[in-house]
C-alpha cells in the first residue's frame, strides 16, 4: 500500500545515509555555522583540483564538474564519499546564490536545502545520483531549481 504521507515522513524521520547533522544544546545550528561546516567537501575540491577545476560556489564550477571523468566510480567508498561532497558542493551554491534558500536540517539529521518557495531538495542524494552515473547533472539540478 502506497500512502504518499507516509514515505514523506519516513524519509524525514528514518536514519539519515550518507552525512547526518548533529547539534548539541536546543537543536538548532547557527546558519553561517552550518553553511561552513557542510562547504567544506575535501574529497570533491581534491579531485577537482588534481582536474584543474576551481571550486569557488559559483554555479560555473558545478558545470566544470559535470565534465569531470569519472575515475572514482571502480571505488565504491570514494563513489560514496564523493557523492556526499558533490551534493554538499551542490547545496553550498545553492544557498550562497539563490536569495532566500537555506540549508534545513531533517529531525533525522540528514542536511537539505530550503528554498525560498518552501520546496525542499535533497542535494545528498542528488550528489551521489551524480557520483554513481553522473545523472542528473549538478549544473541541470541547479538550473532547475533556480526557477522555482
Known amino acids: 500500500m502506497n500512502i504518499p504521507f507516509v514515505g514523506n515522513w519516513r524519509k524525514?524521520?528514518?536514519?539519515?545515509?550518507?552525512?547526518?547533522?548533529?547539534?548539541?544544546?536546543?537543536?538548532?545550528?547557527d546558519p553561517g555555522d552550518l553553511a561552513d561546516l557542510l562547504s567544506s567537501c575535501e574529497l570533491l575540491r581534491v579531485q577537482a583540483s588534481e582536474a584543474g577545476i576551481r571550486l569557488d560556489e559559483s554555479p560555473g564550477s558545478l558545470e566544470e564538474?559535470?565534465?569531470?571523468?569519472?575515475?572514482?566510480?571502480?571505488?565504491?567508498?570514494?563513489?560514496?564519499?564523493?557523492?556526499?561532497?558533490?551534493g554538499l558542493y551542490l547545496g553550498t551554491v545553492i544557498v550562497r546564490t539563490l536569495p532566500g534558500a537555506a540549508w534545513e536540517i531533517w529531525p533525522?539529521?540528514?542536511?537539505?536545502?530550503?528554498?525560498?518557495?518552501?520546496?525542499?531538495?535533497?542535494?545528498v542524494q542528488a550528489g551521489h545520483a551524480w557520483a554513481e552515473s553522473g545523472v542528473p547533472e549538478l549544473s541541470q539540478l541547479y538550473a532547475e531549481l533556480s526557477e522555482d
Not at 14 to 19: E, K, Y
Not at 66 to 84: F, H, I, M, T, Y
Not at 108 to 113: A, L, M, S
Open 12 to 29: 524525514k524521520h528514518a536514519p539519515a545515509l550518507g552525512v547526518a547533522v548533529v547539534s548539541a544544546g536546543d537543536g538548532t545550528p
Open 65 to 86: 564538474l559535470d565534465q569531470l571523468l569519472p575515475r572514482w566510480r571502480d571505488d565504491a567508498e570514494k563513489v560514496s564519499w564523493l557523492g556526499n561532497d558533490a
Open 108 to 123: 533525522n539529521g540528514h542536511p537539505v536545502v530550503r528554498l525560498a518557495s518552501g520546496r525542499e531538495s535533497d542535494v
